[in-house]
């Protein structure tokens, strides 16, 4: 059973951190890019942070460059996004995605909370 499970969110204050992590399971997980997109209230889903199967390529959304940081670990399966400087406008549910050609593989998502 292939699962994406995210974790870590919750809520911050402006100017902290949070690391989300999502382990991945079911499937040839380290043959996969690895996505974070995030899901304001109100707002369409959007691409954060992307990381390439054998971590050759990095890619991030210009309002979150120099404050996010994607990693992975193919041992435990594991991506993470480090977030630090949040601010209330990173408040969104954040949501984990594994793309091999075709094939697309969503988690369920973890709220951040940037809120003083």
Same mark, same amino acid.
């Given at each position: 059973?292939?699962? +994406?499970?995210? !974790? $870590?969110? $919750? +809520?911050v204050q402006p100017g902290g951190s949070l690391r989300l992590s999502c382990a991945a399971s079911g499937f040839t997980y380290d043959q996969y890019n690895i996505f974070w997109a995030r899901q304001a209230p109100g707002k369409e889903r959007e691409r954060v942070s992307c990381i390439s199967s054998r971590?050759? $390529?990095?890619?991030?959304?210009? !309002?979150?460059? $120099?404050?996010?940081?994607? !990693?992975?670990?193919?041992?435990? /399966?594991?991506?993470y996004l480090q977030m630090n400087s949040l601010k209330?406008?990173?408040?969104?549910?954040?949501?984990? /995605?594994?793309r091999q050609y075709a094939t697309n593989y969503w988690g369920n998502g973890t709220l951040v909370t940037v809120s003083s």
């Open positions: 059973q292939v699962q +994406l499970v995210e !974790s $870590g969110g $919750g +809520l971590d050759v $390529g990095r890619y991030y959304q210009d !309002s979150v460059k $120099g404050r996010f940081t994607i !990693s992975r670990d193919n041992v435990k /399966n594991t991506v209330p406008e990173d408040t969104a549910v954040y949501y984990c /995605n594994g």
